[in-house]
């Protein structure tokens, strides 16, 4: 598998990118107005999922009293504390080490489009899927920063409430 270099000598380009394998591309996301992003190098933006992290909390209360007793309420899942994150790096350079890639306008526009109060039907969710497994939330945020500017390649995070029990 060749990440970087080319037969024209440009950095931050590949010959070849082979991420996909019998069972599929890995996680990719899919937004409420359709789009999906996955890892891939057929078009004019070239990315892959780097990172995918998520944490879910439950509504609680503690109440301490006398002689050791400890008295737990729980009160459910807690959506302002449960979030999900997924990252892409992206090629800022195509495969034919001439362009420039669209991955910017992709991931902007993707962000600008479904975020949650511009959703597209109301609320909808976005959904990210890895294998069998669907995760769910609404779009909130977005960061983007330089992961290798030597080679070309941008970091995009795009953050999700999870406002529902996950799984």
């Given at each position: 598998?060749?990440?970087?270099?080319?037969?024209?000598?440009?950095?931050?380009?590949?010959?070849?990118?082979?991420?996909?394998?019998?069972?599929?591309?890995?996680?990719?996301?899919?937004l409420p107005d359709t789009?999906?992003?996955?890892?891939?190098?057929?078009?004019?933006?070239?990315?892959?999922?780097?990172?995918?992290?998520?944490?879910?909390?439950e509504k609680y209360h503690?109440?301490?009293?006398?002689?050791?007793?400890?008295?737990?309420?729980?009160?459910?899942?807690?959506?302002?504390?449960?979030?999900i994150s997924l990252t892409?790096?992206?090629?800022?350079?195509?495969?034919?080490?001439?362009?420039?890639?669209?991955?910017?306008?992709?991931?902007?526009?993707?962000?600008?489009?479904?975020?949650?109060?511009?959703?597209?039907?109301?609320?909808?969710?976005?959904?990210?899927?890895?294998?069998?497994?669907?995760?769910?939330?609404?779009?909130?945020?977005?960061?983007?920063?330089?992961?290798?500017?030597?080679?070309?390649?941008?970091?995009?995070?795009?953050?999700?409430?999870?406002?529902?029990?996950?799984?």
């Amino acid at each position: 598998m060749y990440v970087f270099g080319n037969d024209k000598k440009a950095r931050g380009c590949f010959v070849r990118f082979d991420i996909h394998t019998g069972l599929g591309s890995g996680a990719y996301l899919r937004l409420p107005d359709t789009t999906e992003l996955r890892s891939t190098t057929d078009y004019a933006d070239p990315m892959i999922v780097t990172a995918l992290s998520f944490g879910q909390r439950e509504k609680y209360h503690l109440v301490q009293c006398f002689q050791d007793a400890v008295h737990t309420y729980a009160f459910g899942h807690d959506p302002a504390s449960s979030m999900i994150s997924l990252t892409y790096t992206g090629f800022i350079i195509e495969s034919d080490g001439t362009t420039h890639s669209n991955v910017f306008e992709r991931f902007i526009t993707g962000y600008k489009d479904n975020r949650l109060s511009a959703a597209p039907t109301g609320l909808n969710y976005s959904e990210i899927l890895i294998g069998s497994t669907s995760l769910t939330g609404f779009l909130t945020g977005m960061i983007s920063r330089t992961s290798d500017a030597h080679h070309n390649l941008q970091n995009f995070e795009l953050s999700f409430l999870a406002v529902e029990v996950q799984g």
